[in-house]
């Protein structure tokens, strides 16, 4: 993720699998209001929404979360 300074910030979210809805939120201290998007490749093979909508970053329609076929999801966002 790229913070509002320019900094790359990364953090760790565990989701249980199963889970629907939101995977997590994007906030930056101080703004009331940020526009983000995901890098190119950074929404493998489309788990989450296209769109980010409040910073809220959800699963997609039709995706599901399934542990045994994917460890894990790098997303990235600017």
């Not at 913070?3 to 009331?32: P, R």
Request: hydrophobic share 35%.
């Amino acid at each position: 993720m790229v913070g509002d300074n320019g900094n790359d910030v990364s953090g760790t979210n565990n989701i249980i699998e199963g889970s629907t809805g939101i995977l997590f939120t994007l906030s930056v201290t101080g703004q009331s209001s940020t526009v983000w998007g995901f890098k190119a490749g950074g929404n493998p093979g489309d788990i989450a929404a296209a769109t980010i909508t409040d910073g809220k970053v959800v699963l997609a329609t039709g995706k599901t979360l399934d542990y045994e076929s994917t460890k894990t999801y790098k997303i990235i966002v600017t």
